[in-house]
């Protein structure tokens, strides 16, 4: 069995014994799945022609409360939330040491934890509607602002945000590979 050292350059979190890039894994892949049911959606409101307010994605069919998927959206974009500002914390010391690249940090902590605090915020909004109007519509800011559907709208801020995960990802994936190497 090889035993894998960290070089003095790596962060303590890419150690085996580390919960960090196992938990960096799930959140790539947790997400990864939510962006595909937001990519379901919109195939469901573009090619299969269904009402905007009934694309409900694959889980949104099975879990609902108050004829609305908004509760579930909310839940996994609170608990991704989360768990951006955990990695920002942990990947101050891979952009400090030149692992990710400060580009990549600040894409991250822009396009990553910006855009998904923003997206919360949304959220916020769309449940206040789900609640006042006992299901919807509940519309939120962008789409009323920005004259776009909340179906268009989300499956862009979940891919940018996505998107701006996988890029510190990626470095972190290429270092761990290094390292193994050594």
């Not at 379901?40 to 090619?47: D, F, R």
Request: aromatic share 14%.
């Amino acid at each position: 069995m090889t035993q894998i050292t960290v070089s003095s350059r790596a962060p303590r979190s890419l150690a085996p014994s580390s919960r960090f890039f196992p938990f960096f894994a799930t959140v790539v892949v947790v997400q990864g799945v939510h962006v595909i049911e937001h990519i379901v959606q919109l195939l469901q409101v573009t090619v299969f022609d269904v009402p905007d307010d009934k694309a409900l994605g694959l889980l949104g069919f099975l879990i609902q409360f108050n004829g609305t998927e908004e509760y579930l959206h909310f839940g996994f974009n609170l608990l991704y939330l989360t768990s951006l500002y955990v990695l920002a914390f942990a990947l101050m010391d891979y952009a400090a040491t030149g692992i990710v690249p400060r580009w990549a940090f600040k894409t991250f902590v822009i396009g990553g934890v910006g855009l998904e605090s923003w997206h919360m915020t949304e959220h916020m909004v769309i449940i206040w509607h789900v609640i006042r109007n006992h299901g919807c519509p509940c519309p939120g800011i962008g789409d009323r602002a920005l004259n776009v559907s909340d179906t268009v709208l989300h499956f862009f801020y979940n891919t940018i945000a996505y998107s701006a995960t996988v890029v510190p990802f990626w470095f972190v994936m290429k270092e761990r590979r290094r390292i193994r190497l050594e």
